[in-house]
């Protein structure tokens, strides 16, 4: 037998929520995960520091979608509620056919407490057509950690923002 | 002799200031002129009221430079201040040589009063990059009306967003 820690019983909710500074070293690695995945690390300079800066400036935050926007990805048996009153989070029932083995599952655990493991992510921003006078999102990352993919997760994230 | 309407004096301000919603019937004439000259207008179709609701949506604006964000830049022989106090307009003395004839000038008369002319504009926006945790910008459009090119205003108004 396997222990929960490494296999996660396949009924589970996947969460969309908007990310806060509590999920900057997440981020951190995701984004890092992503640069291995894309053979670019000689291009990955982050430091969890300058994403925090950066993407939680503390004065006057703007609302989701009009600047910098990262959505986070967890898998938990039992969501609990985001508080959050600028973005509702969706939260889907996943059926994940089988057993996931994941190694990482305790450096991923939800920032937010509870019992949730962050499994991706996606960054955005808002583009703008002035032809159209139509504002857009550009998708600039989406992620999904490798044991976690081929479950429809992606997916999932990209219609959270499209 | 010309009347001051068709020749300006070729020793004016140049003022770079932050667009609000005023300003929105010259920002669709200079985006239908961009159109014009980039022979693309089958693909225009902004109007100003989508213009307006997109640009200056009327709940929570965001800071400049966090979501897209218009300058006007325009000519005057004596700019009034501007009181907006998000930015702080850029203002630079140019010799324009020699006298500009400008059929349109009336058509462009500065939204804030005064006796400016609206002469260009930038539409930017931002955007990210996560391997390096490092917001930039992103440059949409950049115009100067035809009257008033080769003196260096295309210059002045891509140094005030880079």
């Known amino acids: 037998m396997e222990t929960s820690e490494q296999h996660r019983p396949p ?3 996947a969460i969309i929520r908007l990310a806060d500074k509590r999920d900057v070293p997440h981020i951190h690695r995701l984004i890092h995960q992503m640069a291995v995945f894309e053979r670019l690390t000689h291009l990955f300079s982050a430091t969890e520091s300058s994403l925090a800066a950066t993407l939680f400036p ?3 935050p703007p609302p989701p979608f009009r600047s910098f926007t990262v959505l986070i990805l967890e898998l938990s048996p039992s969501p609990s509620p985001d508080l959050n009153p600028s973005f509702s989070p969706i939260v889907r029932e996943v059926d994940l ?5 994941d190694p990482d599952a305790e450096a ?6 509870g019992d949730g493991v962050v499994v991706g992510f996606v960054l955005c921003f808002p583009n703008y057509s002035s032809f159209l006078a139509k504002p857009g999102l550009y998708i600039e990352d989406i992620f999904v950690r490798e044991p976690y993919r081929r479950r429809g997760l992606g997916r999932m994230l990209l219609s959270a923002v499209a």
Chains 1, 2 share one sequence.
Request: positive net charge.
């Open 108 to 113: 991923f655990a939800s920032a937010g407490g």
């Open 11 to 13: 009924a589970m909710s």
């Open 97 to 101: 056919k089988s057993p996931i083995s």
């Open 58 to 60: 503390s004065s006057s």
